[in-house]
């Protein structure tokens, strides 16, 4: 199977060694995100409000550049420094996905780079 790499000036730019999504067949893998503004590359994090709209206005521009959208995300996983952060998350997710929703898992984590609070991945099948 042909692997072809998804990239996009819309969402941050990555910063290693890996790709912003990689698509095999009708199935993309979503590299992590964490909210950073894909223009200046600094972290929009003056609220966790903020860094989550973020998040997901940077997956959805990279599911859009794979042909997608959100609503085909199959797997999401949302990893956040403070869990107590899950309902807010919640919250805010409404306002971007519909149901029915992504399976989903919610993962606390002691840090994410650059000192963001939230960061989350997924995989998207398009069609």
Known sequence: ???KIISTDRAPAAIGTYSQAVACGNTVYLSGQ???DPQTMTLVNATIEDEIHQVF???RAVCEAAGGSLA???KLNV???DLGHF???NEIMAQYFQAPYPARAAIGVASL???ARIEAD???VLG
């Open 57 to 59: 206005r940077n997956l």
């Open 1 to 3: 199977m042909t692997r």
């Open 34 to 36: 964490i909210p950073l």
């Open 79 to 81: 990893f956040l420094t």
């Open 122 to 124: 997924g995989i998207l």
């Open 72 to 74: 085909g995300i199959a």
């Open 113 to 115: 780079p650059r000192g």
């Open 87 to 89: 309902a807010r998350v």
